[in-house]
């Protein structure tokens, strides 16, 4: 992503150690999402996706291309606080703002008075997703540990990210302090402790998004709440193997804490997770990545639900690749299988999902494309005798900068239709309810994406 550079920056100096030299710099990052759209039956646009898939419990947005119903914009703020010879301390922070189609502010206030209660909706949210800080060279100028760095706040931790579906597969983040790029040279090692995120908001999984009050507490199931879930993250990457491939590997452990005197065995939930990565470059123009874990307990949702009780094992294997087989045609696609075997009271949540799907961009002129997503997604448990299915095609016309599938920011005009089975409805109605108990339904929209 491109930055954008303010020199001598006017922050607030009482955020930094230490005057701010002339030379020092404040980068700006960013992403958002934002647009409209309408369903075929009059209603707003609303999001295709099956529970229980992906990387979250609502599995949404599913296949994101024409999927997408909120106004989104994430700022990065990178500081560079004090830097002299090789030891340099910086700072981050990455406000975020989310507001869905369905909970527009029409009010004249900014505050969100759309119900007459003088507060903003929960749809109306600000987080601060991450807020952290690192120092490198504090370890001195030779061995392992010369270009390795020290942090600790709140941070995405090393995630990684499948774009088409807005799947953050590997995703071990939260508040927390570590130590990383300790170089061995043939590897580099990582350590970090991460405290979770608890589920701190009421969800009502059958509208598609987070609603309801927010509680100070995660009530966790058979337990009292006051619970940390902390995890120790351990991760060797840069693994060369052949020309163009490398190697990463991870595990982590998850250790709940109960507040002294509400320990039950509903609380007690640990976990495991063991992580496996193999990147190859240089295919077709792009490069292949496989993807592969086991785990048990609490690190099924991980990031999104650790305090949710799971009595289970899972393993995943999933397939992403980025090519361009062609000139003016480039395009994202995956092939995954996950395999869950629930265990004592989550005995019923034993099932298997199956997902492929890919998005095919054609550029006709250095501005002008057209993407074609295609995404499939079966779910099966073992207590169902019919599988849960769903299918979603998008076809959109694009404006950006360049031609490239990576180039942002990119204006889209799009279509999307949906056809699902009547089992896809179990857990909750496809669509988001917008079409009633039908088995198909059509959207249609603009959309700007940008990332700088």
């Given at each position: 992503m491109k930055s954008l550079s303010l020199l001598k920056a006017a922050l607030p100096?009482?955020?930094?150690?230490?005057?701010?030299?002339?030379?020092?710099?404040?980068?700006?990052?960013?992403?958002?999402?934002?647009?409209?759209?309408?369903?075929?039956?009059?209603g707003e646009q609303v999001s295709f996706f099956l529970a229980n898939t992906g990387g979250s419990p609502t599995g949404g947005p599913g296949y994101r291309l024409?999927?997408?119903?909120?106004?989104?914009?994430?700022?990065?703020?990178?500081?560079?606080?004090?830097?002299?010879g090789n030891t340099n301390f910086k700072l981050h922070f990455r406000p975020a703002f989310r507001q869905y189609y369905q909970v527009r502010d029409a009010s004249a206030d900014a505050g969100g008075d759309v119900d007459n209660s003088k507060s903003p909706s929960p749809n109306q949210q600000i987080w601060i997703r991450e807020a952290w800080g690192e120092a490198t060279g504090i370890f001195g100028n030779s061995g392992v540990l010369k270009d390795a760095s020290l942090w600790a706040g709140r941070r995405f931790y090393m995630r990684q990210d499948l774009h088409i579906r807005d799947q953050w597969y590997w995703n071990n983040s939260g508040d927390g302090v570590g130590l990383e790029n300790i170089d061995f040279g043939s590897f580099k090692m990582h350590y970090a402790y991460i405290q979770h995120d608890t589920g701190n908001v009421n969800s009502d999984w059958n509208n598609g998004a987070i609603r309801g009050q927010l509680n100070p507490y995660s009530g966790w199931v058979g337990?009292?709440?006051?619970?940390?879930?902390?995890?120790?993250?351990?991760?060797?990457?840069?693994?060369?193997?052949?020309?163009?491939?490398?190697?990463?590997?991870g595990v982590q452990y998850n250790d709940a804490h109960p507040k002294?005197?509400?320990?039950?065995?509903?609380?007690?939930?640990?976990?495991?997770?063991?992580?496996?990565?193999?990147?190859?470059?240089?295919?077709?123009?792009?490069?292949?990545?496989?993807?592969?874990?086991?785990?048990?307990?609490?690190?099924?949702?991980?990031?999104?639900?650790?305090?949710?009780?799971?009595?289970?094992?899972?393993?995943?294997i999933m397939d992403v690749f980025y090519i361009k087989p062609m000139a003016n045609l480039e395009m994202q696609g995956t092939v995954q299988y996950r395999k869950q075997n629930g265990k004592g009271s989550m005995a019923g949540n034993t099932n298997t999902w199956i997902s492929a799907g890919v998005r095919p961009v054609y550029f006709f002129t250095k501005h002008f494309s057209v993407a074609y997503e295609v995404g499939m997604d079966k779910l099966k448990f073992d207590n169902e005798t019919e599988d849960r299915k769903l299918l979603k095609n998008t076809i959109a016309l694009q404006w950006s900068p360049q031609a490239s599938f990576w180039s942002r920011p990119v204006i889209r005009i799009f279509a999307t239709r949906a056809d699902w089975n009547k089992n896809a409805n179990n857990w909750n109605k496809v669509g988001e309810g917008q079409f009633g108990n039908s088995l198909q339904g059509m959207t249609f929209g603009a959309q700007v994406e940008a990332w700088w």
């Open positions: 100096l009482a955020l930094v150690c230490g005057s701010l030299a002339a030379d020092d710099v404040v980068e700006i990052h960013g992403y958002t999402r934002a647009g409209v759209g309408r369903s075929s039956n009059g024409g999927n997408e119903t909120d106004n989104y914009l994430e700022l990065a703020v990178d500081v560079k606080a004090y830097e002299k337990g009292g709440g006051h619970v940390i879930v902390g995890s120790h993250d351990l991760r060797f990457s840069d693994i060369k193997l052949w020309t163009g491939a490398s190697l990463t590997l002294s005197g509400t320990e039950n065995d509903g609380n007690k939930n640990k976990g495991t997770q063991f992580n496996v990565i193999l990147n190859q470059a240089g295919v077709l123009g792009g490069d292949n990545r496989i993807y592969a874990t086991y785990g048990n307990g609490s690190t099924f949702w991980n990031w999104y639900n650790p305090d949710v009780k799971t009595e289970n094992t899972w393993y995943h």
